[in-house]
């Protein structure tokens, strides 16, 4: 039982600035709805479901054992939740929904792998395969499709009959605990007695799992990310890791305190090191199994410091040392999870908090276990992230409302009064809003097409010069050496460059984009001035907020460059020559150098230009409505009074004229 899940409110003074400022728009949004036509309602009305429905990312990685499930357990308030011994084979990404609406009366929902990813990973090998193969490693080859064909052996005969009807499905619950999990995401131990039948059995085929749950101790809603490590034999987990991380906010790295160093994963840390470095918050975990914190801990952060800096991480990634047990411990009430060693190193912490061992209080021991630290960062990370974004771009869309609601209420002054007199250069309203409209859909498209030819030149030059720089230290290498030894050209060069060229390619955008934003604002505000005269006074379109820009995770993904195994030395064993040995790396490198680009341009770059054309296309289109409003409600009262004018008030009424026309079109058919 969670008997204190008030602890879990920690932190949440980093996220008041952020519901302050909601409140305040909220408030400013039903001003505007007050005095607006059904249409800019209906606008304003999405705008507070924006923030009613903000929700922030947080994924949770790191290395395998080191404690990410019983972490985000404690966060759930539900220790024992999640299970926190995965069995290698199993590839599942759990996801917390805390706060979210969820789908009907879903509490549980578990997606299975489709046939065609099922496919790719029993016949390929998955990614491991793909990287297999493009390097020519037979032996390794022939290794993984033995452990596919036991994974789909056993995989087949626990699902029998209905494994083909899942593939591609998912199965949804009104409930969830620990064996309906279980049975979904985690394998167990077949020769455990104390296991039910039923555990693990869709564990092989479950891609996804999310579970929705209601914490009102957190005052916003939340996707925590609870993602497999990423060494598993297919690197399907990689996959899984890096689609978890897209579009997250904040990026945990777990890390056990005893392994912090000596195993961590190169390919986790060539993932994290592509986020923002505030975005980063590493957590070093169990801290309760050293045999004295006080001391090992500060050793410990210098050397996790010399880390980062060495995976290009700087100082403003955040390091927070503790223990989930610890956590735990607090957040139950129950001090006899903790065992004898972990309460004497909690004793020396406390002791060294200048805490009273004599009063021991679980206020204490959850500060200790750094879940405080961990909440306020996470807390801080999403105020001044995502939350700030959102504020931004929802105040921006409110002020163009305000302008909109303000323009249609002249116009219709004018219209009443008989003194509408536009300027429009000698065309109708329509013609010029249209005419400003389609100018500015051909400008975005001719500037996302040179942003991306601009990028993507960058991309292949530093592809190309990689390649030759590669050879040419082959080449060297040989002549002095001959054929003796291993040699291997280290990608974390072209990783650094790729990622330089990515960020040139976000500056340039921001700075183009932002000024073609701003053009746009301006043409339509000078639309509207001749449209209306000087009876607007003060009056201003902001122009659209520029998109956010992604890390570019694509870089970080493993090639089989980075790969440490005996492929090498098989790979060299069978070239001879150096005019071999050269063309066969070029065309290795070659390959593996260009799958990460096609990633970056597919996954990354694609997206942020399709973005900046949809914030545009958005824009123009809530000025088009609002000004062809304008123009057409003008026009009507104008016709209306010419009609009166010449004595030619309609006959008919609309639907006596609409039984004519149905007439006539009957008699035609006949």
């Known amino acids: 039982m969670t008997r204190n899940v008030h602890l879990l409110a920690t932190g949440n003074e980093a996220l008041e600035p952020l519901n302050d400022a909601f409140s305040s728009l909220n408030a400013t949004i039903d001003q505007l709805t007050a005095i607006a036509d059904a249409r800019s309602s209906a606008r304003l009305a999405k705008l507070t479901t924006r923030m009613e429905e903000f ?16 972490l985000v357990n404690v966060l759930a308030g539900r220790p024992g939740l999640l299970p926190s011994d995965v069995n290698p084979w199993t590839s599942v990404a759990t996801t917390l929904h805390v706060n979210t609406r969820t789908p009907g009366d879903t509490k549980a929902k578990f997606t299975f792998f489709d046939h065609d990813e099922w496919q790719n990973l029993t016949a390929g090998g998955g990614r491991l395969g793909e ?6 490693a037979d032996d390794e080859m022939d290794d993984i499709r033995r452990q596919v064909e036991t994974m789909k052996a056993r995989s087949e005969e626990r699902l029998g009959k209905h494994f083909d009807l899942i593939m591609g ?40 799992a999310e579970l929705y749950l209601d914490i009102p101790e957190y005052p916003i809603s ?39 160093l000596t195993t961590m994963d190169l390919a986790l840390m060539r993932m994290i090191s ?26 410990i952060r210098d050397r996790v410091n010399e880390m980062l800096k060495q995976s290009s991480i700087g100082t403003d990634a955040s390091v927070i040392f503790g223990s989930a047990m610890w956590a735990e411990a607090a957040l139950t009430g129950n001090s006899d999870l903790l065992s004898e060693d972990a309460a004497k190193s909690l004793n020396k912490l406390y002791v060294a908090a200048g805490f009273d061992t004599e009063d021991v209080s679980l206020e204490k021991i959850w500060a200790l276990s750094g879940l405080p630290d961990l909440l306020l960062a996470m807390n801080e990370r999403i105020a001044e992230g995502a939350g700030a974004r959102l504020c931004n771009r929802v105040r921006n869309r409110a002020r163009n409302m305000a302008s909109q609601i303000r323009a249609t209420s002249v116009a219709k002054t004018l219209t009443d009064t008989g003194t509408m007199v536009y300027d429009l250069d000698g065309k109708t309203p ?66 650094a460059l790729q990622k330089s060229a990515y960020f040139n390619f976000a500056r340039s955008m921001r700075k183009e984009v932002g000024a073609l934003y701003q053009s746009a604002a301006h043409d339509i505000e000078t639309v509207y001035r001749k449209l209306l005269g000087q009876n607007l006074g003060e009056f201003t ?65 694609a997206a942020v230009l399709e973005n900046v054309r949809a914030a545009l296309a958005e824009f123009m289109v809530e000025q088009q409505e609002t000004l062809l409003g304008i123009s057409k409600s003008a026009q009507a009262k104008m016709d209306d009074e010419a009609i009166k004018a010449a004595g030619l008030q309609p006959t008919k ?14 008699t035609e058919a006949a």
């Open 55 to 70: 929700t922030a990312n947080v994924t949770f990685v790191g290395q395998v054992k080191a404690g990410k499930s019983s």
């Open 541 to 605: 379109i902001e122009p659209p907020i520029v998109p956010n820009v992604p890390p570019p995770l694509a870089i970080g993904r493993t090639i089989a460059l980075d790969l440490q195994s005996t492929w090498w030395r098989r790979w060299w064993q069978r070239r001879k020559g150096i005019a071999s040995y050269a063309a066969d790396y070029t065309r290795l490198v070659a390959s593996e150098a260009s799958s990460i680009t096609k990633d970056i341009e597919e996954n990354q770059i």
């Open 274 to 299: 592509q986020f923002e470095n505030r975005q980063i918050i590493l957590f070093i975990n169990r801290i309760d199994e050293l045999h004295d914190p006080v001391t090992e801990v500060p050793e």
């Open 430 to 495: 329509e013609d010029a809003i249209k005419t400003v409209a389609a100018d500015y859909e051909t400008r975005v498209a001719e500037l996302t097409a040179s942003l991306r030819d601009t990028v993507m030149q960058r991309l292949a030059r530093t592809e190309e010069n990689f390649i030759k720089r590669a050879t040419a230290s082959l080449i060297e290498h040989l002549e002095k050496n001959g054929e003796d030894g291993t040699w291997q050209y280290d990608p974390a060069g072209f990783r």
């Open 131 to 136: 990287l297999a193969n493009r390097a020519g």
């Open 222 to 260: 939340l996707n925590l990310s609870d993602t497999p490590g990423v060494n598993d034999t297919f690197m399907v987990r990689e996959q899984i890791t890096l689609r978890s991380l897209r579009g997250s906010e904040v990026c945990v790295v777990v890390m056990a305190a005893s392994q912090a």
């Open 169 to 208: 499905q998912s199965h949804s619950y009104d409930y969830f605990d620990d064996d309906l999990v279980q049975r979904y995401v985690c394998m167990g131990d077949e020769d455990d007695p104390n296991i039910s039948a039923e555990s693990g059995r869709f564990a092989d085929v479950t891609k996804t």
């Open 653 to 666: 009424s609309p639907d006596e004229l609409l039984g004519d026309i149905l007439k006539d079109l009957g």
